[in-house]
């Protein structure tokens, strides 16, 4: 018995379900308050990717439509498993959320304006604002390496927040003036970027 209950926690589809599983279900604010969870999980714990795999799984997973940490599961599941795989991580990742969703709504239509329960979620709401602020420094941290990164990152930010531009401009715009940065950037001698 504990020989096949050892394989079959060694098998990559149950490593899936149960990762993004645990992650639905203990993650409050979902998306990006997910984000640096998925990273330690699939690159420090498990091993699944490399940091640079995770910032690129982070940038497609963003820029898809729908909610990033299932955008993440899917890419991730089907990375390692293929189309079997990405099923399994995006069960394992909506499934707590559909539970807890219908669970809740059960018990809070009984409850109604309790001051206790709204004083829980806005207890709620600041820690899932404190996990995407950290998600923010820690991305920033792995992609602004250079002046440029930075320049660009500022002014998509004052677009989007200051000047209420659409998050889709300041995306494209990255896009065209990164592919053009990269084409014509300063090399020095040994072929490293000039700071």
Same mark, same amino acid.
């Given at each position: 018995?504990?020989d096949?209950?050892?394989?079959?926690?060694?098998?990559?589809?149950?490593q899936? $379900?149960l990762?993004?599983?645990?992650?639905?279900?203990?993650?409050?604010?979902g +998306?990006m308050a997910?984000?640096?969870?998925?990273?330690?999980i699939?690159?420090?714990?498990?091993h699944?990717? &490399?940091?640079?795999?995770?910032?690129d799984?982070?940038?497609?997973?963003q820029?898809?439509?729908?909610v990033?940490?299932?955008n993440?599961? &899917?890419?991730? +599941?089907?990375?390692?498993? +293929?189309?079997?795989?990405?099923? &399994?991580? &995006?069960?394992?990742?909506?499934?707590?959320?559909?539970?807890?969703?219908?669970?809740?709504?059960?018990?809070?239509?009984?409850?109604?304006?309790?001051? $206790?329960?709204? +004083?829980?979620?806005t207890?709620?709401?600041?820690?899932?604002?404190?996990l995407?602020?950290?998600?923010?420094?820690?991305?920033?941290?792995?992609?602004?390496?250079?002046?440029?990164?930075?320049a660009?990152?500022?002014?998509?930010?004052?677009?989007?927040?200051?000047?209420?531009?659409?998050?889709?401009?300041?995306?494209?715009?990255?896009?065209?003036?990164?592919l053009?940065?990269?084409?014509?950037?300063?090399?020095n001698?040994?072929?490293?970027?000039?700071?």
């Amino acid at each position: 018995m504990t020989d096949k209950l050892k394989r079959l926690k060694e098998n990559m589809y149950v490593q899936l $379900f149960l990762s993004f599983f645990k992650l639905g279900l203990f993650t409050i604010g979902g +998306g990006m308050a997910m984000v640096p969870l998925i990273q330690g999980i699939v690159v420090d714990e498990k091993h699944w990717m &490399t940091e640079e795999e995770a910032v690129d799984c982070i940038a497609v997973s963003q820029g898809l439509p729908g909610v990033i940490a299932i955008n993440m599961a &899917t890419y991730i +599941g089907h990375q390692k498993k +293929g189309i079997p795989g990405a099923v &399994t991580a &995006t069960l394992g990742v909506i499934l707590p959320s559909f539970i807890i969703i219908i669970l809740i709504i059960k018990i809070l239509s009984g409850i109604g304006d309790n001051r $206790f329960v709204n +004083g829980a979620l806005t207890g709620i709401k600041a820690a899932a604002t404190g996990l995407i602020m950290f998600s923010a420094y820690k991305l920033g941290k792995q992609v602004l390496k250079g002046w440029f990164q930075v320049a660009l990152a500022l002014c998509a930010f004052a677009a989007i927040v200051l000047l209420d531009v659409n998050a889709i401009w300041p995306i494209v715009g990255g896009i065209i003036l990164g592919l053009i940065y990269t084409k014509f950037r300063p090399e020095n001698k040994d072929g490293g970027e000039e700071k």
